[in-house]
DNA sequence: GAAGTTAAGTGGTCAGACCAGTGACCACTT
DNA sequence: AAGTGGTCACTGGTCTGACCACTTAACTTC
């Protein structure tokens, strides 16, 4: 009967992660129980299981015993971490993450320069900031989405290999050329500041 | 019994990691059998078939039915390819993805000046070249594996809504301007073809 | 009304069965 | 000697049914 040769817990995979998308199910909302699962897809609660199995480590739902399956708040993908003790091993991974990194935050940072609303100057101000979390404000300011999604996978990444902690002032000096849109001046502090940390860190 | 409260399939997944390390197995080699597995193991073939998953989608093992499940040759580690396609869900923006695709080609084009070696500048005159193909050698000339992950998955999106051909004086002029190891040139060359042909189709 | 009990439902796990490929082995043909 | 086809043991892929541990809510009981 099983025509394809495709596995049915790849299958049920893509079926699952389909009915999320056209159930439109939001982080926190619960999924039908294995039991269902299995029964309307017509496949075994085991099958159900695996491809479970694939998006629980995908980050996308999470497990709890004598409750259910629930969507998880896209963000904390626990796969980065194991990903990071599976890929990163080897220097070079870490060199090519941390260059990467460094490049697409020189990115954003022109690009913010252009774009960055005076409303999102005010509000990144007043927040208490860390390294990453004023970086945040700085990528959601280019407005595009997929490079957000970008920077956030490989901060992931490089927060189980290091932690970067600047002097306050440096935040103060950026938020003061942010302010004045001088994308030369942002990057002369970013150089400054942030690079020069990597390189000795290295 | 179970004192722990850690599940079986997550405790069988790093038994089985570290039974990987201990014995040293390299790509091809081959594993024990699922029911070996549980049997030593002393769990549930269907734990262990979870676990498998797991090192499956991180791109470690592969299985193949009626022989046995194997090392994978490091470096496919399509669980990167699987995240894209959930980074780039949706009916993202195309801005997004063509704004971002450029701004990475253009890093690539930077860094491929600085460390294209003449050997891999030879390989390159030599080939014939669609777009793709030819990008794909300056991505690989940054030698970051990282970025080049990220830049594939780009395309690969990229692939399905556009078509981009360029006429052949484009990559004899930027093939020149790579020989010359001349940044500007490069990109000045890159903002006139690629970059105006993206801004009309938008 | 508050506290304790019960029952139903859920994920977690296991054992056993069967299917469908693979590869080695062996008898048989040419 | 070389090739052919069948057999058989083994592998991953799948399903089923049975428990267990846990949560929740409804239902007692005080």
Redo the contacts with the bound molecule.
Sequence with gaps: M?MTTS???IETFWQIHRMIEEAGLQPGDR?P????L?DRLG?????V??ALRALELLGLIE???????FMKPFGDHQLIQLLGSFILQGNREKRDLIETKVLIERICLQLACERLTDEKLERIKREEHTYHSFFRRIVEATDNYLLLRIWLVLTDFFKHIYTLTLPSEFYEQMWVALQKRSCEEAIAMYEQYVMQKMSKEN
């Design positions: 099983n596995k049915v817990y999924l129980s294995e039991r269902e299995a496949v075994g609660r085991s099958s299981r695996e497990t709890r015993r004598g409750e259910g399956t």
